[in-house]
């Protein structure tokens, strides 16, 4: 094994390091902006299911009244 090659595979694995930390880096950031939009409609889901049902018994009391 000459200088040329090791300096080649030296290179070969510096390249490959940096792409994967590029990669998991974005793919941190793509997790994370997924997750808040999944929580941000689990939160409205919840809100219009607790409006219906404030409603729904509004309509239920007065229907017993």
Known sequence: MDQGSIRLYILNALTI???FTNLESTLKILLLCISIIYTVMKIT????????????NNDKETLQD
């Open 17 to 19: 390091y940096l792409s």
């Open 45 to 56: 889901d919840w809100i219009l299911i607790k409006i219906k049902n404030r409603n729904g």
